[in-house]
């Protein structure tokens, strides 16, 4: 299971305007992916480690989590996010 990590096209960019925002202060967490969530960084410096890998995105970055991911957030900036599930 690998995150992904990158720049949104225009028509990605436009269409995750859309999605509803979650906003986080400044933390550190576990996550568990029951599904796959793609989002697109507003703002924000977090970096995710998945076992052996570690990812690191910030504003503007795409982001997309597989379902049955387990995860730690550590959010070194408060970040804020469009996110879509499924």
């Not at 996550?31 to 480690?49: A, F, K, M, P, R």
């Not at 076992?51 to 957030?73: E, H, K, M, R």
Request: aromatic share 12%; with cysteine.
């Amino acid at each position: 299971m690998k995150i992904e990590v990158r720049r949104p096209t225009e028509r990605e960019r436009e269409e995750a305007g859309a999605w509803p925002v979650w906003e986080k202060e400044v933390s550190a967490f576990p996550w568990h992916y029951g599904e796959q969530e793609t989002c697109l960084i507003i703002e924000g410096d977090v970096s995710v480690v998945a076992g052996a890998q570690a990812v690191s995105f910030n504003g503007g970055d795409y982001v997309i989590f597989p379902a049955g991911l387990d995860c730690t957030w550590n959010i070194k900036k408060p970040v804020k996010k469009h996110y879509k599930f499924g």
